[in-house]
């Protein structure tokens, strides 16, 4: 299945003569004088290439439905990408490349890694407001932080949307944390840990695994002697969550399992088998097929796209839809598109209307957008369905 996903997204992206273009990345041209640049560091190969690609596809789908309409102020953006690999040393690559040949304002990273070793070249610059794949609880600092964002809630607020619904759910409930041993992985355990005593949660058991498939026997094990009322896994795309869930079931361990943004793909939790049912997570986003309640965007994506888009897809395009707010806002004031400028664009959104991305309107005091909706997956439909209303973390 994903094999065909990505196909699709590589087959749809454009495919045109020789291997870069195949993917879609336009390559570097001279600039117009009034374009607004987007560069991007992104992954269209290597490990983290099934989101890199859907990523790719919604930064370009929401700049042809900006740039069909007029563009941002009367000025068109151009998209300016490269393969990074999801390496660092590549993305670093690959941004001072694209910033060497255009007048870059906006700028796509592909990982945490990149987003902490180019903050202070962006800062140094000044000229650029950046957002990408992480959610890292460290980048939500406007102080360390101040020109780079994440269009949605970083791990530590999407463990607190989490805990919070499991609190409404069941009063004292027993919980186990399952995370890989990365940066990713470790990000939300501690804050987790104290945010769940306050909420009067009892955390159980924590275990701790490499990440991708591996032996998880043993850790069941643990999983079934602490009896989780829920198990939050963290740090993984899909292994070893399914291999935990089927083993756990098995055992007649009766945990409810939930997962994180990037856990949360329709067609992904789809490959998880009969572990599937149940299974649960926090999306700041509605899914591609949603059709509760009124949401144009989504129905323009529909119309572009009329094969399922995963939520690597819905990421990039809401990436790009509040970058392109941050320029629209900056330049209505009569402002430079300075990195500061930009910032503060973007921090003025108050109760802003996504076009029903993101299930209510949205504000961006800092460097998040601390929303989401806890969804469970529907083995007979096959289709993550929501299990909560909209939650709102206060500032």
């Known amino acids: 299945m994903m094999r065909n996903w990505t196909r699709r997204h590589v087959l749809s992206a454009g495919a045109i003569a020789g291997a870069g273009l195949a993917l879609g990345i336009r390559p570097l041209a001279a600039q117009v004088a009034d374009e607004i640049v987007l560069g991007g560091s992104i992954p269209l190969t290597g490990v983290f290439a099934f989101a890199g690609i859907g990523i790719h596809a919604g930064i370009q789908d929401y700049l042809k439905i900006v740039n069909d309409a007029g563009g941002v102020e009367g000025r068109k953006v151009k998209y300016v990408a490269e393969d990074t690999g999801y390496k660092v040393d590549a993305s670093v690559a690959a941004f001072n490349k694209i910033t060497s040949q255009e007048k870059v304002s906006l700028y796509y990273g592909d990982s945490t890694g990149f987003s902490k070793t180019i903050n202070p070249e962006l800062e140094r610059r000044g000229s650029i407001l950046m957002a990408g794949a992480s959610f890292a609880s460290e980048l ?5 932080y101040p020109l780079q964002f994440m269009a949605g809630p970083d791990y530590s607020e999407m463990f607190g949307i989490l805990l ?13 944390f399952v995370y890989s041993d990365t940066e990713f992985g470790r990000d939300p355990i501690v804050p987790s840990e104290a945010l769940a005593k306050t909420l009067g949660l009892e955390v159980v058991e924590k275990i701790v695994t490499p990440p991708g498939s591996v032996d998880v026997s043993t850790e069941v094990l643990k999983l079934r002697r602490a009896r989780p009322d829920f198990t939050i896994f963290h740090g993984y795309v899909l292994a070893p969550i399914p291999e935990f869930i089927a083993q756990a079931k098995q055992m007649g361990l009766a945990s409810r399992f939930m997962g994180t943004f990037w856990s949360m793909d329709n067609s992904t939790v789809e490959r998880m ?3 599937a049912d149940g299974f649960m997570g926090v999306m700041p986003y509605r899914y591609y097929y949603d059709t509760e309640g009124e949401s144009p ?13 995963s939520t690597a897809y819905l990421q990039g395009f809401v990436t ?32 802003f209307d996504t076009g029903g991305l993101f299930g209510v309107p949205i504000s961006i ?23 909560s209303d909209w939650i709102r973390l206060e500032a």
Do not use: H, W
């Open 140 to 144: 939500n600092d406007p102080k360390k």
């Open 164 to 176: 919070r619904y499991i609190a409404n759910e069941k009063a004292g409930a027993r919980l186990a």
């Open 273 to 275: 088998g009969e572990a």
């Open 297 to 309: 965007m989504l129905e323009k994506i529909r119309q572009m796209r009329p094969e399922y888009q």
């Open 320 to 351: 790009a839809l509040l970058m392109c707010e941050a320029a629209k806002r900056t330049l209505a004031a009569g402002k430079e598109l300075t990195g500061a400028n930009l910032k503060a664009g973007l921090n003025s959104i108050k109760d």
């Open 365 to 387: 005091p800092g460097n998040s957008v601390p929303i989401g909706r806890i969804y469970a997956f529907d083995g007979k439909a096959k289709q993550m369905k929501p299990a």
